[in-house]
């Protein structure tokens, strides 16, 4: 069984940073596609980065761009998000999911484990 468990997320002013990690255990395949996707109140979840175990490829929305960084430590089997310049609009629970495959995606039906997310609030 696969499991994630989310950490580091907290209330941070803007133009601040903040940094995700997200320790994963259980996986059956060599090989994982982790992300990270967000939820803000009355809004739909949405895809932030993602990172590939299979060639180290990442992915990131436009939103993002610029201003988060995803990457891995594959010893330590945890996938960090590193947060800068963080705007009130990137207030939402940050969720880390996983799917056992080489495929990549910032797509919510991709992923097939979640963790229990963890919020992040940016305000002065």
């Known amino acids: 069984q696969v499991t994630l468990v989310e950490s580091g997320g907290g209330l941070v002013q803007p133009g601040g940073s903040l940094r995700l990690s997200c320790a994963a255990s259980?996986?059956?395949?060599?090989?994982?596609?982790i992300g990270w996707l967000r939820q803000a109140p009355g809004k739909e979840r949405e895809g932030v980065s993602c990172?590939?175990?299979?060639?180290?490829?990442?992915l990131y929305a436009d939103s993002v761009k610029g201003r988060f960084t995803i990457s891995r430590d594959n010893a330590k089997n945890t996938v960090y998000l590193q947060m800068n310049s963080l705007k009130p609009e990137d207030t939402a629970v940050y969720y880390c999911?996983?799917?056992?495959?080489?495929?990549?995606?910032?797509?919510?039906?991709?992923?097939?484990?979640w963790g229990q997310g963890t919020q992040v609030t940016v305000s002065s």
């Open positions: 999911a996983a799917a056992e495959t080489s495929a990549f995606s910032l797509l919510q039906s991709f992923y097939d484990y």
């Open positions: 259980g996986f059956t395949k060599d090989y994982a596609t």
């Open positions: 990172v590939s175990s299979w060639d180290g490829r990442t």
